[in-house]
């Protein structure tokens, strides 16, 4: 069963944050667009530029520049620019490019796709500033070793303003002891549309953020589930050999409306990526320093982060192991979080066979499956009766709640269907 895996492009938003409403009103920046020369039609003008980068005439989506921009062996070939914005309101970034792995975003959301096929696509992302947000930072990269790809028509729109409120009263559930409950591994009907987890009632300042939402705005269709039968193909354990290890001392905190998380450098990284729930918080490039920090303006209640390493030799290897998961506590502490081995999930197994780099940067391949990282964090190892064993490492629109996606080859993964089946966590 084919599917997109939720590197999409075109109207399927980001969603990074959700506010608390009392009153919605326009901003009064609505109709304008802050980004400075957002067509390259200027040269460069406004923006910082790494590597080999330029205004060309030639391949453009409109006017008479665009961005053209190689990446190198070490470098994305990245441009930036800091641009204003209001706090409490939701944005929504787009851009077109023409490439191969070219990643568009702004401070806290980012999309990306692997191919636009020769030809111009839209890339859409959106995010909401929090109360003391008033610029972004708005960029455009490739990936080491990659051909060079080109850029136009930047446009950053604002929705709608949330004035701040109060904050939520706190409930009659007791606080946890531990960290944040997995969901119940109890039998469930098959769902259409899971609901995001609940919070766990904890006090503390991040008790008081809002849940946080699924990534993509589709709603999946409505699937029946057939009788269950065994993949000819089955799931390896995965092996992480050849790959960079996963940095080490991750910690963080919760500081106003953002989280910085510390983490220490490994041996032979080129950059590293951290994400919250498999969405991109941001990345930082390695000259050596000790300790290395990201920082996530938008975070939400919960949440599940992942640190990776990275080489810059373009090859599948060149995405490190990803982390054990960290949570965002009710306490406000960034901790690590795992769902005890052995636990057991009735879920929804469907089934893709898609090639190339998953959500995460590792390649697709037997033992690689989609989850929604809300329930099941990246990194994380489980088997699933009938397929085998799962290495948690990608995302899809249609991975909504209590549904995994695994991958076979070719014709198997439609054969798969859809199936109710019990998974373990390793």
Not at 32 to 37: I, K, Q
Not at 98 to 109: E, H, L, P, T
Not at 187 to 212: D, E
Not at 349 to 372: E, F
Request: aromatic share 10%; net charge neutral.
């Amino acid at each position: 069963m084919r599917r997109w895996r939720g590197l999409a492009i075109g109207a399927a938003c980001v969603t990074v944050a959700v506010v608390a409403i009392s009153a919605m009103v326009l901003p009064a920046n609505a109709g304008a667009n802050p980004v400075g020369d957002p067509g390259f039609e200027s040269g460069l003008s406004g923006w910082s530029c790494s590597g080999t980068t330029s205004a060309a005439t030639g391949t453009v989506h409109s006017g008479t520049y665009a961005l053209k921009a190689t990446p190198s062996a070490g470098d994305t070939a990245q441009c930036t620019q800091s641009v204003p914005v209001s706090p409490n309101t939701t944005y929504t970034l787009t851009a077109w490019v023409n490439g191969s792995y070219v990643y568009v975003g702004a401070s806290g959301a980012s999309i990306w796709t692997p191919s636009t096929g020769g030809t111009f696509q839209q890339l859409t992302t959106s995010f909401t500033t929090s109360s003391a947000t008033t610029s972004v930072t708005v960029f455009v990269h490739g990936w080491y070793g990659q051909p060079t790809y080109y850029a136009d028509d930047f446009v950053l729109t604002a929705g709608t303003t949330a004035p701040p409120t109060s904050t939520p009263p706190a409930t009659s559930t007791p606080p946890p002891t531990s960290a944040p409950a997995s969901p119940s591994p109890t039998k469930s009907p098959s769902p259409t549309k899971s609901p995001s987890p609940s919070p766990t009632g904890g006090t503390g300042p991040g008790a008081s953020l809002a849940a946080c939402p699924f990534w993509s705005t589709v709603t999946p269709p409505a699937r029946v589930v057939g009788p269950s039968h065994n993949s000819t193909s089955q799931g390896p354990l995965i092996s992480l050999s050849g790959r960079l290890p996963a940095p080490s001392t991750v910690t963080g905190a919760l500081s106003g409306s953002s989280v910085t998380i510390t983490f220490n450098r490994v041996t032979g990284a080129a950059a590293y990526r951290v994400w919250r729930n498999s969405q991109s918080v941001g990345w930082v490039d390695d000259w050596g320093q000790a300790t290395l920090s990201v920082t996530d303006t938008a975070p939400c209640r919960n949440a599940h982060y992942t640190v990776a390493a990275l080489r810059s030799d373009g090859s599948d290897a060149s995405t490190g192991a990803l982390s054990q998961p960290y949570v965002l506590a009710d306490s406000g502490a960034v901790q690590p979080y795992a769902i005890p081995a052995g636990t057991q999930f009735e879920y929804e197994i469907t089934s893709y066979n898609d090639l190339g780099q998953t959500a995460s940067g590792i390649n697709t391949a037997l033992g690689i499956c989609a989850v929604d990282t809300r329930y099941i964090p990246w990194g994380t190892r489980f088997r699933v009766d009938g397929y085998g064993y799962c290495y948690a490492a990608d995302i899809g629109t249609w991975i909504q709640g209590q549904i995994v996606d695994v991958w076979l080859p070719g014709a198997e993964a439609d054969r798969w269907g859809v199936q109710k089946r019990t998974i373990t966590i390793q």
